[in-house]
């Protein structure tokens, strides 16, 4: 008997888990179909109390985090390369102490009340370092980051606090 209960616990806990993060509550699926309408095979979790909308859209693929009370709180584009770049931002990048790294990813981080970010993460050959570059859209490098061993290190948590 005692099997069974721990048995049935686990298993409602498991159809609870797999129900919350891929269905998030009303508020949350509104604010979404607002924002982007026409968006189609959405995947949805949470990343640190938030809930996180995953597509590709117009060719490029977009992360988009909401607060439990279903605001946008920032949408995360992946550009894939320096070429998706304005030109002001990329000559900062190539004109800085960073040009000669490889870069692994460029991506434009926008928020609801704050410009967007454009981060890009370089690294160098045969070297575990990497670094993020966070510049404004008028090119201004704002910071750098060594995110060699971090394992989540572009969500929420680096710009929102709950």
Known sequence: MKNI?????????????????????????GTFKKMYPTANGTAWSQDGGYYCANFVMNGFTKNVWFNTQGQWAMTQTDLVSLDRLSPT??????????????????????????????????????????????YTPQGVLL???????????LGPGTFLSN
């Open 143 to 153: 910071k750098t980051r060594n995110v060699s061993y971090m394992h989540d290190i």
């Open 89 to 134: 931002v990329y000559n900062a990048f190539v004109s800085g102490s960073y040009a000669s790294w490889v870069v692994d990813d460029v991506t434009m981080v926008e928020f609801p009340k704050w410009q967007a970010i454009i981060v890009i993460k370089v690294g160098q050959d045969n070297v575990d370092i990497k670094y993020q570059l966070f």
């Open 5 to 29: 209960n721990i048995g049935a616990f686990l298993l409602l806990l498991l159809l609870s888990m797999s129900a919350f993060a891929g269905t998030p509550p009303g508020n949350v699926q």
